[in-house]
């Protein structure tokens, strides 16, 4: 790939953890539990993005993140109080700072009609204060050079010698704002010496010069000593110190505040000027850990530095200097990163790839103190998983299969081989688990999403709400992962736009004007359960029933409990919003939700009580590879029916089963009909159904809420089974949804609900093929 | 690719083909589309499929499906027995397994020994035989497994 490329993918890459983090702590400040480190931290993520934005030129997320930068830094300087309005601003502008980052990172441009707003509403936070177009023009003039260059590697003279005039002409007028100084000030001596690395990370000693400036009166001089003649100069070498004499009320660490982005990448000295000894040069200060880092690093680096120069300019000359000279050395590392990025002209770059690293990731680190300690990862295709899957899933069956074979054989339990099997059969389970983990992530995905919608609905519904969300590090199959999404944003929506009322209507009802939703994901059963509450006024049962009846749903007269009422809302053709409003009536309702959540083979279930709000839980498996099925026997033959979709199981009595036409069979269970379905020749095993009164019902509910009862001679038990393709080496057969291995080794076949409930089903002909083969 | 087309484009070449027995007619495949031959074990039958589809078995933990091939040439539906075998083939990118009598032999020959398939009536010789030839005195057939599955039968139809 192109090194630019991939250097930029990585800034996007930590533009999301930034942003991650960035959305928790406003979501603290929001919550007003935020100190000062959180503000900080903030901070410091808006402007490692805006860092990284800079390198890359992206104007429109480097305007936003500006102004967004500039209302942190006036609140963690105390300029600006932490009012619930500015922290919903805050929060609003986040969004928007994640769509330039979108913006950004796929092509295309931010909808102007929804940054302009915030951004001027957060420019009316910070007033004129610290922000006019000259500061932020000049920011971006030369607040970001460096770093383009050295990805780039373009040649010599680009480090920007308008830096060196700029810089002073830029914080004077600054300075002059600042009030005469005041009695009781000191007067300190900065030493201020960058390492190319500060520049690497889009730092500008100018801007820090003139943030100095604002704490009081300075006297700044430049030694520009160490600049080497233009032919031998380096571009990303970092050759300009200074000496600041500043006379402020602030103390030490008030000034060492000004270079807390910047401190671990330059020499930096600040002593009272009133205790006579003056500071060492910086340059000298320097040269310890320079003389460190090249003694590590200088034969490499030289290496690649030859390699570069030898493309230019042919003397070595100028080359054996830097190795003498400490100084330098240290920032080769930027050449050997450029020697790297640059293959053709340096293919001796031996420079570690290590080294690199720490370049490319520069941008997110000059934060500092906020480091994310990352968890060593490496990417592997889905495939080579699912293949090793597939293989455990084999090995799993293998063992059991021996496991019964030994067994039948007849040796003792006590026996080596049965004890071995036993240790065999722990550690099979083990590697099962292990490699079902592999495919687990946590919820973390879906859930992060969530803030964000809350705040937009809540927004467009003139509601308050304030979502708590628990549990997002529980894991679940990838493939489950994917298909929470739709789900449970769907469900968001609803709770807070037909859930929770309005804050006017909570107030009213003596609750607090800001509703509460709760996400929460947790383990349970070996499923994964997530639960959404709010607190909002309940579902509105006669309401419900009404519709109810007027959409035809339900007869006017029947005699329907709470929990049967609520689960209205299910049904296919159910939409209580009065008015279909943008957010929940989509024409997507509830029975869709459900749909979607029986399609991963899940239940949802929802309990609520008036005026108290509502709560749904979903359960799911945690992989779609392993299903809890029923296995039950019909017509001789063992099948296993996905428990999800089952209600319950009863013995029929001759006296409950009817016949509606010919041969129709319905049987009563309670007070409602439902088919009776003979697995046995619903699936052309056999050609009469068993006698009224024989086998076992299993009342089971389609996808499509449809009820039937499927009758089978027994039922054997409940186990997870492996799902198998039946399509892979054959072809989908009506009525089968899969097919998996039980522990005898035989196929058992996993029966389609849905297909079986459907009548089009049983009434259809055998096929033709049998037809013209019996003939 | 049909096996008749890769004889056509290389007459003359020697290959080697896997004989079995179904009844008492020998018939042959190309060895390098047979992955294992393993002894008959029971099938779990599939609904609602032709009479020739057997049902599946688990070969190490694949479901395959298993087709009576003496059903599927329009000879008499096999009952299998411990004696019988399952010739697993792949066709096509899929994996089923053949029941058949017996494997008998493994055959040597060069593709110009294979004579074109008389013109007899029966619409499965027509489909599924490739050629015959004659090997000590045996008449052997060559099939194509081409379309021993339903439904690239229905995709020809």
Redesign the interface.
């Known amino acids: 790939m192109d090194p630019f490329e991939s250097i930029k993918q990585t800034f996007f890459q930590e533009c999301d953890e930034l942003l991650t983090d960035a959305e928790q702590g406003l979501l603290a400040m929001e919550a007003g539990d935020a100190d000062g480190e959180t503000i900080n931290a903030v901070f410091r993520a808006v402007h490692s993005v805006k860092g990284g934005a800079g390198a890359f030129g992206l104007e429109d997320l480097i305007r936003f993140a500006h102004v967004f930068e500039t209302v942190m830094d006036d609140l963690r300087s105390g300029k600006m109080e932490l009012t619930d309005e500015v922290a919903k601003t805050l929060l609003r502008a986040f969004d928007v700072l994640a769509d330039h980052v979108a913006a950004a990172r796929d092509g295309g441009a931010v909808d102007e009609g929804r940054s302009a707003p915030i951004l001027s509403e957060m420019k009316a936070l910070i007033g004129g204060d610290g922000l006019d177009d000259d500061d932020l023009g000049g920011d971006e003039d030369f607040g970001f050079v460096p770093m383009t260059v050295a990805i780039e590697g373009d040649d010599a003279p680009a480090f920007d010698p308008p830096a060196l005039d700029e810089t002073p002409a830029a914080f004077e007028p600054l300075a002059d704002l600042e009030p005469e100084p005041v009695s009781g000030a000191r007067v300190w001596r900065i030493g201020f010496a960058p390492k190319s690395e500060m520049y690497a990370k889009a730092n500008e000693s100018g801007l820090v010069l003139r943030e100095l400036a604002r704490l009081g009166e300075m006297d700044v001089r430049l030694d520009a000593d160490a600049l080497p003649p233009l032919d031998q100069l380096s571009a990303e070498t970092a050759y300009l110190h200074w000496t600041v004499l500043l006379t402020t009320e602030a103390d030490e660490a008030t000034i060492r505040e000004v270079f807390e982005f910047v401190e671990d990448d330059c020499v930096l000295t600040i002593e009272p000027e009133d205790g006579q000894a003056a500071p060492p040069p910086p340059s000298s200060d320097l040269s310890d850990d320079a003389l460190a880092a090249a003694s590590a690093d200088a034969p490499l680096d030289i290496a690649a530095l030859l390699a570069r120069v030898a493309g230019e300019a042919p003397t070595s000359e100028a080359v054996p200097e830097p190795v003498a000279e400490p100084e330098p050395a240290a920032d080769l590392d930027v050449a050997a990163l450029i020697a790297k990025a640059q293959a053709p002209i340096a293919p001796s770059a031996a420079a570690p790839a290590p080294k690199a690293e720490p370049i490319a990731k520069a941008a997110p680190p000059a934060g500092g103190g906020q480091a994310i300690t990352p968890t060593a990862t490496i990417r592997v295709d889905l495939d080579r998983v699912d293949r090793l899957i597939?293989?455990v899933?084999?090995l799993v069956?293998?063992q059991a299969m021996l496991s019964q074979q030994v067994m039948e054989s007849g040796l003792a339990r006590s026996s080596n081989v049965a004890l071995g099997l036993e240790d065999l059969e722990l550690l099979t389970r083990e590697i099962q688990d292990s490699v079902m983990a592999i495919r687990a992530q946590p919820v973390k995905s879906v859930f992060q999403r969530m803030p964000r919608l809350a705040r937009e609905v809540a927004d467009m519904t003139g509601k308050r709400v304030k979502l708590v969300m628990e549990g997002e590090g529980t894991e679940v199959d990838k493939t489950v992962i994917e298909r929470l999404t739709d789900p449970i944003t769907h469900m968001l929506r609803n709770a807070i736009d037909h859930g929770l009322e309005d804050p006017e209507g909570r107030i009213a009802a003596g609750k607090p004007a800001e509703g509460v939703v709760r996400l929460r994901a947790l383990h349970r059963g070996g499923r994964i359960v997530i639960e959404l509450q709010d607190d909002g006024r309940g579902i509105n049962r006669p309401r419900v029933r009404g519709i109810a009846v007027e959409r035809g749903l339900i007869s006017e007269d029947a005699v329907l409990s709470d929990e049967e009422i609520d689960n209205l809302i299910f049904q296919p053709g159910f939409s209580t919003a009065e008015t279909i409003s943008d957010i929940s009536g989509r024409g997507v309702g509830m029975d869709v939700v459900r749909r979607s959540i029986q399609g991963l083979g899940g239940r949802i279930t929802i309990s609520s009580e008036p005026g108290k709000g509502s709560k749904f839980t979903m359960s799911l498996p945690l992989t779609l590879a392993v299903l809890d099925g029923m296995v039950v026997t019909a017509a001789e033959?063992?099948l296993v029916a996905p428990l999800s979709a089952i209600i319950e199981s009863l013995t029929p009595r001759a006296e409950d089963v009817h016949f509606v036409g010919g041969k129709d069979a319905v049987i009563r269970i309670r007070e409602t009909f439902v088919p009776l379905i003979d697995v046995g020749v619903a699936?052309?095993?056999r050609e009469t159904a068993l006698p009224p009164g024989q086998g076992v019902a299993v009342l089971v509910e389609s996808e499509g809420g449809g009820k039937a009862a499927l009758l089978v001679e027994a039922i054997q038990g409940q186990r997870q089974v492996v799902i198998?393709?039946?399509e892979?080496?054959?072809?989908q057969?009506?009525?089968?949804a899969a097919?998996t291995?039980l522990g005898d080794?035989?196929?058992?076949?996993i029966l389609d609900v849905d297909a079986l409930v459907t009548t089009q089903h049983r009434r259809k002909p055998?096929?033709r093929?049998?037809k013209r083969?019996?003939g | 690719m049909s096996m008749i087309d890769t004889l056509s484009h290389t007459a003359g070449a020697r290959r080697e083909l896997i004989a079995f027995r179904i009844g008492d007619q020998e018939f042959c495949v190309d060895i390098m589309q047979v992955r294992e031959i393993r002894g008959w074990t029971?099938?779990?039958?599939?609904?609602?499929?032709?009479?020739?589809m057997k049902?599946?078995?688990?070969l190490?933990?694949?479901?395959?499906?298993i087709v009576d091939l003496g059903?599927r040439l329009g000879l008499a539906t096999t009952e299998p027995t411990a004696r019988h075998v399952i010739m697993v083939v792949s066709v096509g990118g899929?994996?089923?397994g053949l029941l058949v009598e017996a494997v008998s032999d493994i055959i040597n020959m060069s593709d110009d020994m294979v004579q074109p398939t008389p013109d007899v009536a029966c619409d499965q010789v027509k489909t599924f035989v490739k050629g015959l030839f004659a090997i000590d005195g045996r008449m052997v057939s060559l099939i194509s497994l081409d379309r021993v599955?339903?439904?690239t039968?229905a995709e020809a139809a």
Do not use: H, W
């Open positions: 597939n293989a899933g084999e069956i293998q033959q063992t699936l052309g095993f198998k393709s039946l892979a080496n054959y072809q057969i009506d009525g089968i097919a291995i080794g035989r196929v058992a076949l055998a096929p093929a049998e083969m019996a | 029971a099938c779990t039958p599939l609904p609602r499929t032709p009479s020739y049902g599946v078995i688990n190490r933990g694949a479901v395959l499906p059903a899929r994996t089923l599955l339903p439904e039968e």
